[in-house]
């Protein structure tokens, strides 16, 4: 059974940065691919960014191209979501989770684990 803790959520101003992580339990995490969702109040939870079980392969929302970066350290079983330049509509609820295929991928039925969030808040 593998445990996910985001943390690095906050209130920031527009403009401003966060660097969210997410910490995994098992020996597991190595094999898995990450990815980082989000859900805004009244909205669907929607696909913001995913990395291959290696890092060698990234994948991103194309909203959130070139603001967002994804990376992980599978030494410290860490995934970390690097937000940059945020708006007010970037404020949500970030979640991570883990897809067994190894691959990475925007749908989040493929992933088969999820943490419990962290709120990003984002002020004009």
């Known amino acids: 059974q593998v445990q996910l803790v985001e943390s690095g959520g906050g209130l920031v101003q527009a403009g401003g940065s966060l660097r969210l992580s997410c910490a995994a339990s098992?020996?597991?995490?190595?094999?898995?691919?990450m990815g980082w969702f989000r859900q805004a109040p009244g909205k669907e939870r929607e696909f913001v960014a995913a990395i291959s079980w290696s890092g060698g392969s990234t994948y991103y929302a194309d909203s959130l191209k070139g603001r967002f970066t994804i990376s992980r350290d599978n030494a410290k079983n860490t995934v970390y979501l690097q937000m940059n330049s945020l708006k007010p509509e970037d404020t949500a609820v970030y979640y991570c989770?883990?897809?067994?295929?190894?691959?990475?991928?925007?749908?989040?039925?493929?992933?088969?684990?999820w943490g419990q969030g962290t709120q990003v808040t984002v002020s004009s």
């Open positions: 098992g020996r597991l995490f190595s094999s898995y691919a």
């Open positions: 989770a883990t897809d067994p295929s190894g691959l990475g991928s925007s749908l989040d039925l493929v992933y088969d684990h």
